[in-house]
């Protein structure tokens, strides 16, 4: 990984929320005689494990010991590519789409099919039809190996050769991203059959006292594991008591019914921006039903140990005993891409090294914080991890603690790693495999983050038994001291590696253009913020009084000051702009609520738009000062050719209702960056905003006879403005029909006017999404209904059709028209 550097530092950008940096000086603290202690422990587990069996998949997988997987392993291009296939093949409908998809995925520049694949790959006619076989029938039986059924009650056999071995279980039904009522009634009576149901199939299975006792008291034979984000539709944070109230209507039947037979309920956690929800929700439906509760918690989170933290004490303040499911994480790609695209602290950590370092430390903590009576509130452990230095350091704590094996239990993956789990029940410990049911399209995301993550080269698995890593070097310490972060690093450096503009030494912070990071309404402060600005905004008064003669006044004042305007040095103008989105960032949440109670926008289409005109101020500003620099074209004797950019004169600003801020600045700005005067007639609808966007311009420099904000109806002032022979430029946004009127208008040269105005002219379209076979409905879906709907449609960009493949066209309508029963109006 490449960094840009640079001479001076520069000031951070605005971020929602601080990230904590990595953790410093933790290796120094820890004990030496622990840290011999975890390693022998260590050394012994994993010398144990290797007796049993090597291999980092259950069972035999064939398709794993072949060259196409070994080559995966060996090659990341191919296997990447690879998965990619295989995360698409559930909605391949025939063999030609299952070759055709393959084929592509692996001809790609920079991949390389293992020797001899090419063959199959490259035939044509029958051969096509055995390639494509072969693929589905490898493909199915990995997917086997991972997922225990199609539901659960094809699994239980595989439940009760778990029992029988010695092994308890935590069932998840795998699902579909839940898009629409219909799919939340009908995932949430799968969960209320499962608890009711599989408690009377294990009920007459063999005593296991390791598997049925802890050293508190009874365990559960049943274990379930639930998504929230699979019982509703309506689940986001930024309406974060909405919807708990959802989500408590719909888990409330299951965990009654839990409570009645006897089941632990596990709540998985998601992705981060579903973090404080799940945790809140948990805690709020422990309070009012005492269920055997569970909840996931993911070490790769920054906020991993605050959180358990914070769990440990809400148990102890409650009286109440909860399991915590302690994981790596499963969405490390997914967090860090997204962060980077939203321009947010990245929320895990950056280095596995790091991620196992804070893993221990909250095993730790949570060990000595185990509740040692009965009657105790508090947290148990139950500890996920295949890392054979994960499991020891967790034993070792058990040891200085004074508490045995059966205070905690270990969790690992159906299908992986079973001589670990036979090495951890050799030791004592109870071992509970986390047990995957489901069709074969919703388990394959499960399946390619499970073959990802497992023949990734930072696998701890893959280390220990495909590479016969030395000993030492599996139970190293992962606690180390870092001098910087690559994570904070790498968004802290995104400027410079997008290199979206420019970087105009003195013009802002002499950085190039990077787009403002929106606000990160999983976060309560960044929602408290917001609702406090909500509640004290009002909207300001500007009276759509214009008329064709003020519009004319206005014309000939902006007129007049055009010479000395346009004769100012570029760089002051783009000073004004850079003051200007520094006013709007410092007032942000301000401008925001003033668009949600004038225009009628949710809270991130307003925060959007705020986001979008400062954006306009920052670029255009680095921009502009390269458009006014001469060039010298040719270098012949006695000849000097230059070319530079001169300013046309007076703009006039039509700006539309449904980006009452951001379009209007974006047309705006652009026009006095580039030394041109303004006169701004806003939309009948949102006059209010863009009357604080003139007064922002002012304040930040722009002389009041350069920018003139003159609100009416578009049939007076607008055509008065479009007319006017002065007016050498028209900046419109708006619908067809006005448009067209506009650029016929502009396009007749009046008597007296020495110029052809220049029209910028943006109306409406017809946008199509194109959803073919192999798309993600779950992506798909969503995609299209916030781009029809989002912001009621009204945007140029709106998706207005769908236009889908017959073989996915069914499910895609059916799934489409659900979902859009589930929005709210």
Partial sequence: MAFFTRRKPAPARPQTAAAPAAPQGRAAARDPAFERRVQELGAEFLGQAREAGAGVFSGSLSVFKDKLMDWAMQDEAFRVQLFRFVDCFPTLRTSDAIYDH??????????????????????????????????????????????????????????ERMWKNGMCFSVDLLGEACVSDEEARAYRQKYLDLVENLPKRVAGWPSKPVLEQDHLGAVPRTNVSIKISSLSARVDPIDTEGSIRGLMEGIRPILLAAKANGVLVNFDMEQFALKDLTIELFKRCCEEIDFEAGLAMQAYLRSAEDDARGLVEWAKRRGRVVTVRLVKGA???????????????????????????????????????????????????????????????????????????SAIELQMLFGMGDALKAAAMAMGMRVREYVPVGEMIPGMA????????????????????????????????????????????????APERHALSCAAPGVGDGRPFFTEPMRNFALAPAREAFARAMAAAKVPQAANDGTAESAARAVAAADAAFPKWRDRDPAERAACLVRAAAAMRARRDELSAVVVL???????????????????????????????????????????????????????????????????????????????????????????????????????????????????????????????????????????????DIIEAAGRTPEGQHFVKKVVCEMGGKNAVIVDESADLDEAVLAVRQSAFGFQGQKCSACSRVIVLDSAHDVCLRRLVEATRALVV
């Fill in 331 to 405: 969405y490390w790609d997914y967090e860090t891409i997204h962060a980077e695209q939203q321009g947010w602290p990245v929320p895990v950590w950056s280095r596995k090294a790091d991620t196992d370092a804070c893993f221990e430390r909250v095993a730790q903590y949570l060990i000595e914080q185990t509740p040692r009576t009965s009657g105790e509130g508090g947290v148990k452990l139950a500890l996920g991890s295949h890392n054979a230095r994960s499991i020891a350091a967790a034993l070792a704590t058990l040891e200085r603690c004074g508490l045995p094996k």
């Fill in 102 to 159: 393959l084929t592509d995925y692996l001809s790609q520049p920079g991949v390389k099919p293992p020797p001899g694949f090419e063959l199959g790959m490259a035939a044509g006619g029958l051969a096509k039809g055995l390639v494509a076989r072969t693929m589905a029938s490898q493909i199915e039986g990995m997917a086997s190996k991972f997922i225990a059924g199609t539901d659960a009650a094809s699994a239980v056999p595989a439940l």
């Fill in 598 to 740: 004038e225009a009628g926008k949710t809270w991130r289409e307003a925060d959007a738009d705020v986001c979008e005109a400062i954006d306009f101020c920052e670029y255009y500003a680095r921009e502009s000062t390269r458009l006014f620099a001469r060039t010298r074209l040719g270098r012949f004797v006695g000849e000097l050719d230059e070319q530079w950019y001169q300013p046309r004169g007076v703009a006039a600003v039509i700006s539309p209702w449904n980006f009452p801020l951001a379009i209007c600045c974006g047309m705006a700005v652009a026009a006095l960056v580039t030394g041109n005067t303004a006169v701004v007639k806003p939309a009948e609808q949102t006059p209010g905003i863009a009357k604080v966007l003139c007064e922002i311009l002012w304040e930040a420099g722009v002389p009041r006879d350069v920018l003139h904000f003159v609100p009416g109806p578009g049939e007076t002032v607008g055509a008065a403005l479009v007319r006017d022979p002065r007016v050498a430029l028209i900046a419109f946004t708006g619908s067809k029909a006005v448009g067209l």
């Fill in 446 to 493: 499960y399946l390619v983050r499970r073959l990802l993550e497992n023949t990734s080269n930072e696998s701890w698995l893959k280390a220990g038994f495909l590479d016969n890593a030395d000993v030492s070097k599996l139970v190293a310490s992962p606690h180390r001291e870092h001098d910087s972060d690559p994570g904070i690093e790498r968004i802290r450096m």
